[in-house]
């Protein structure tokens, strides 16, 4: 089965940055659409940024403008850069990835912002 695994979350203050990475046991990223999704305490999984197999991305409007969506092909992993971060960006974050016809989900990293 395939494995998709997210890194980089951790705690930042308001208005830092961080970057976080998602990749797969199998090179199917590279190729095919991925997202991030976020959960916070008591509220729906969302989507925050996605990139389709032709590079097309979009956003969620809360985080348009301070977060941008990558893919690197060679090392088969999708990025999502994260400035002017927010209290409100507190969430464990997911990464999805679209393969025959199958949804792949990582297990989460959290991201806190806070002071």
């Known amino acids: 089965q395939v494995q998709v695994v997210e890194s980089g979350g951790g705690l930042v203050q308001p208005g830092g940055s961080l970057r976080l990475s998602c990749t797969a046991s199998?090179?199917?990223?590279?190729?095919?659409?991925t997202g991030w999704y976020r959960q916070a305490p008591g509220k729906e999984r969302e989507l925050v940024a996605a990139i389709s197999s032709g590079g097309s991305t979009n956003y969620a409007e809360s985080v348009k403008g301070r977060f941008t969506i990558s893919r690197d092909n060679a090392k088969n992993t999708v990025y999502l850069q994260m400035n002017s971060l927010k209290p409100e960006d507190t969430a464990v974050y997911y990464c999805?990835?679209?393969?025959?016809?199958?949804?792949?989900w990582g297990q989460g990293t959290q991201v806190t912002v806070s002071s």
């Open positions: 999805n990835v679209i393969y025959a016809y199958r949804d792949y």
């Open positions: 199998r090179r199917i990223i590279s190729f095919n659409p």
